[in-house]
């Protein structure tokens, strides 16, 4: 069974008092439910985001994080300083990390690996520019994308994967992929992830969406044969909102 996952990444939003009273309105309004919630809060607030949901049902992450274990690299996370304050899971290769931070599909390998041997799961984001779209080059972008960041990993590992097509013109903009065009891609991701990693892993990973999931259309998102949840960014920084997408899956 494909876990159903909701996942807020928070980016470069809420300073530390933001941030508790967000979470606090989460516990607060949070249901009970069988999907899996998480926030990505900026590294900064991740300690005090632990202490505030103690005891809650909510899942601490983390947006990003360095390939190296430690050493000379000014201003960057290691997967061990993650883990020491109780992250589990980490968010890589964001379009936005991708486009402003020139990360490539390379270094990310790196970092995927450096994740898994830290026994922290990821959630690997990936997806198309407008201009492939346009172009029909969507699909072969996208599993590009995946061959080259996630190819090397073993069949075991992708217990540890969760995977987030973003298409990048879809990330705050305000325009979506249709409930089709996101089923369509979801299909031929897992279709791509099966051929190369068999069956067990192609049915069983969870493909989430991102981009402008919102209260008023995320559930027809949702209700797609292959996906699994979403990704959301400026929607998950209001706790009604947030939750409306909850519900919605
Ligand atoms: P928006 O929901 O603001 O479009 O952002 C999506 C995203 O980038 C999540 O990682």
Redesign the pocket.
């Known amino acids: 069974m494909r876990r159903k996952i909701v996942a807020g990444?928070w980016?470069m939003n809420n300073d530390l008092s933001g941030t508790e009273a967000l979470l606090n309105d989460l516990i607060a309004l949070v249901p009970n439910t069988e999907a899996t919630v998480m926030v990505a809060p900026t590294f900064v607030n991740l300690f005090q985001a632990f202490n505030v949901l103690k005891g809650h049902n909510i899942e601490v992450i983390a947006q990003n994080m360095h390939q190296e274990p430690n050493g000379a690299f000014t201003g960057e996370i290691s997967a061990q300083m993650l883990k020491s304050v109780g992250v589990n899971t980490v968010?890589l290769g964001?379009?936005?990390r991708r486009a402003y931070f020139g990360e490539t599909d390379e270094l990310l390998a790196k970092k995927v690996a450096a994740a898994l041997s830290n026994e922290l799961q990821v959630v690997f984001?990936f997806g198309e520019e407008l201009e492939d779209r346009k172009s029909g080059r969507h699909f072969s972008v996208v599993e590009e994308q995946l061959k080259n960041a996630l190819f090397h990993l073993q069949t075991s590992d992708w217990e540890h994967i969760i995977l987030?097509y973003?298409p990048v013109w879809?990330?705050?903009?305000g325009e979506t992929a249709s409930p089709e065009q996101a089923q369509e891609m979801h299909a031929f991701i897992r279709k791509t992830i099966s051929e190369k990693f068999g069956d067990q892993v192609g049915t069983t990973v969870s493909i989430l969406y991102?981009?402008?999931?919102k209260p008023t259309n995320a559930a027809e998102i949702f209700a797609k044969q292959d996906v699994d949840g979403g990704?959301?960014?400026?929607?998950?920084l209001k706790a009604e909102d947030f939750v409306a997408i909850i519900n919605a899956i």
């Open positions: 990444n980016k968010i964001h379009s936005e984001c987030a973003e879809a990330i705050g903009t991102g981009g402008s999931v990704l959301i960014g400026g929607a998950s």
